[in-house]
């Protein structure tokens, strides 16, 4: 028996890394301009866009779940957001993409399904979290138990599959044009190793499966998030 590593493992470390060297960046930025108390001028670089990301989370997460849960999950719904987003779009640059990896997704809606869990058994309380699982009727329990984890299944196979489905597909692509490349080089009797018609349709379907399908992945990843979470939490 051999162990070997995944092939997502070094995206997922060099990602990781980017990402807090990029918070790291803007936090220092946006406490200089908070420092400086010049605040008639409009922040510029990193504190621009680190005021801006912060801004736009804060509304989400206002709107979803309330104003007085900006504070408490504001953070894990942006740093949510941003490394899904991330690693969604990291393909482009030639990484494996992390969250086609079923391990990083179920990771990821684990975190989600553990607050979803504990606002609930806080919220209702113990007995009547368990009498919950017996209604309406006492065998709909096993429904009832299988449905505590349909939310963490859910959203770590929707990421996974998704993501998977593109890099598939986006695979086969490549390999027919290249088929077709060398079928029409060779009724010329040439060859080529440059997959020219790859070239002229591959950035369309990229545009699509890799930056409009990570786009939506990351909303509704962090939409559910926030509405399963806030479904469970007192008086919401």
């Known amino acids: 028996m051999t162990l070997s590593i995944q092939k997502e493992i070094p995206a997922i470390i060099i990602l990781t890394v980017l990402l807090c060297l990029f918070f790291v960046l803007c936090a220092w930025s946006m406490k200089k301009y908070i420092k400086a108390g010049n605040y008639q001028e409009a922040p510029k670089g990193l504190a621009f866009?680190?005021?801006?990301?912060?801004?736009?989370?804060?509304?989400?997460?206002?709107?979803?779940?309330?104003?007085?849960?900006?504070?408490?999950?504001?953070?894990?719904?942006g740093s949510l957001a941003a490394y899904i987003l991330v690693a969604n779009l990291s393909g482009l640059f030639g990484f494996n993409t992390p969250t086609c990896n079923l391990s990083v997704t179920l990771a990821l809606a684990l975190i989600t399904w553990t607050l979803i869990e504990f606002n609930s058994w806080k919220n209702n309380g113990f007995v009547n979290r368990i009498k919950g699982l017996f209604e309406p009727m006492p065998f709909f329990v096993i429904g009832n138990v299988l449905g505590i984890f349909a939310p963490l299944l859910s959203m770590s196979l929707r990421l996974f599959g998704n993501l998977l489905s593109g890099t598939i597909i986006m695979g086969l692509v490549?390999?027919?044009?290249?088929?077709?490349?060398?079928?029409?080089?060779?009724?010329?009797?040439?060859?080529?190793?440059?997959?020219?018609?790859?070239?002229i349709i591959a950035p369309v379907l990229h545009a699509y499966f890799?930056?409009?399908?990570?786009?939506?992945?990351?909303?509704?990843?962090?939409?559910?998030?926030?509405?399963?979470?806030?479904n469970e939490m007192e008086g919401d």
Not at 211 to 216: L, Y
Request: net charge negative; glycine share 10%; charged share 10%.
């Open 210 to 230: 890799d930056v409009f399908s990570g786009f939506i992945q990351m909303y509704i990843f962090i939409s559910l998030t926030m509405i399963l979470v806030s």
């Open 49 to 77: 866009i680190g005021l801006w990301i912060v801004d736009v989370i804060n509304n989400m997460v206002s709107e979803t779940m309330g104003e007085r849960h900006v504070k408490s999950f504001g953070p894990y719904v």
């Open 174 to 199: 490549y390999s027919a044009c290249a088929s077709l490349m060398n079928f029409i080089l060779g009724l010329f009797g040439a060859s080529s190793a440059f997959n020219l018609v790859g070239v």
